[in-house]
């Protein structure tokens, strides 16, 4: 005989976005409809040349399983990848690659530095080491930490969903983003 399914109850599902009910409806902007599905649904390419890649393997691993915030996709193809997420030491011959591999995503794609050696060359102050990613691509999230724990690779994930899910289907066209796409000299 089968066995019922036991539910646990602590499980929770996505909040509903702002918008307006009543008898039968509900209703809300295609804005937020795209935000709440994109930002539950980030597929992660993880750049990750060092130490920092260390603690990425443990955020991914079952104790703090990313794949709780639906990101549990990983791909290291950056056609199908909208979060780049670079971990580790980024040497200045490194660095064109890096802006390869973003260049090759496709919009709408965010970028999360994690520990200080992405957010800005960390201990290395040398010759060699790139300070920072974003001299050379713009980054949307900065984690902190030599290396930062898992628990700060998730908090700083859970701020790119923030932005992925308030982001205006506008933002990639305006102005604005044009001239930040220009400041690195992408067209
Ligand atoms: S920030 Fe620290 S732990 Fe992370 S790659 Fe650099 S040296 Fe390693």
Redesign the pocket.
């Given at each position: 005989m089968a066995r019922p399914v036991q539910y646990n109850n602590k499980v929770k599902m996505v909040e509903i976005p702002d918008g307006y009910s009543g008898e039968g409806f509900y209703a809300t902007s295609f804005d937020k409809a795209i935000g709440l599905a994109r930002k539950n649904s980030i597929w992660p390419l993880p750049f990750a040349t060092?130490?920092?890649g260390i603690e990425f393997m443990a955020t991914m691993a079952a104790t703090y399983d990313m794949a709780r915030f639906g990101a549990e996709r990983m791909a290291f193809t950056p056609r199908q990848c909208d979060l780049l997420m670079v971990m580790?030491?980024i040497s200045k011959k490194m660095g064109p690659i890096v802006r390869q591999v973003y260049l090759q995503m496709a919009e709408p794609r965010w970028v999360m530095a994690v520990?200080?050696?992405a957010c800005s060359g960390?201990?290395f102050d040398t010759y060699s080491v790139l300070q920072g990613i974003d001299q050379v691509i713009p980054v949307d999230v900065y984690v902190p930490g030599?290396?930062p724990r898992p628990e700060g690779i998730i908090d700083g994930f859970m701020k790119i969903q923030e932005l992925v899910g308030q982001e205006s289907l506008r933002r990639r066209n305006s102005d604005k983003y044009k001239e930040l796409m220009e400041s690195y000299g992408i067209k």
């Open positions: 060092s130490c920092c580790g030491t520990g200080a050696c960390g201990i030599c290396p």
